[in-house]
């Protein structure tokens, strides 16, 4: 049966609800999304209720984690469905805030980075001379998320997994879980959660997460939930929504080749580059395109092959 959601969009607000629950005896479970929410998220919120009695899901497309070439304008968004699906079951809290970043610096400027750079006297290339010549050659300038592209250069302060966030989809992605953990970092500090759940579809975020919490002493315990699929195989995910029904067909050889090399593993290969080379091979016949194939053992480093598996 639907209940009714609370709907806040103030950070001050959500922290005096969480202290006001917390010390009256309550236990709370926070689910950061960014909306358009599927049958996976829900079983976001399942797990939570396992572990606490007052749910919160935040709804926030965080701006951060997200390139300027990448789908911040166009990314998925029903606020009024996912109302309706958070009532169905029994969330408690929803926090949807309109920006969680400050917009100005301290110097009262705003715009883009190149003007900052500009007006500073920092020049994005520098001449060097040799051998009685010189040469113009561009400074390396820093990554810059859509946050910064925006013009809202107020915030400054970025958590960084130094070595957890490399590698896997931190080569193709810099700046993503930078955005990631300074958000994640954020809505604790602002929902004051018990408990957090994240999905361990993005499992290298998950361990980001987890890594996060431990070194900076977050009184928060995270909860990993497993993968949820629909009934053809495909991991759910607000993006999929993009996918032609070509596309899909295409998609669905990654859990067929996945599934194969876990069948292989049980079946006693050891080999990784026997098992990478069949995952890679299953997907570019199916008109893929690699990213990356990487075999990972519990808690390995997410950049390196790891043992007992050998990586012959």
Known sequence: MATEVEIIT???????????MRS?????????????????HISLVEEAKKHANLIVVS???????????????????????????????GVNVIFHPENLYETNSESGQTGSSENVERESGFEPKIEIESGGSSVTVERESELSSCLEERGQLGHQTWIRVEKLEKGLCGKSRPIFFRGVATVVAKLFNVVEPDVAVFGKKDYQQWRIICRMVQDLDFSVEVIGSEIVRDADGLAMSSRNVYLSAYGRQKALSINRCLSKAKSSIQSGEISCKQLRDSVMQEICEAGGRIDYAEIILGKAPLSCPPNPVSSK
């Open 10 to 20: 103030c950070k001050n607000q959500i922290r005096s609800w969480s202290r006001t």
């Open 59 to 89: 709804i926030y497309i965080n701006p951060s984690q997200f390139a300027p070439n990448e789908d911040l304008t166009r990314y998925p968004s029903d606020f009024n469905s996912d109302l309706l699906k958070l009532k169905q079951v």
């Open 24 to 40: 009256n005896g309550h236990k709370i479970a926070l689910v950061p999304t960014m909306g358009y929410l599927h049958q996976g």
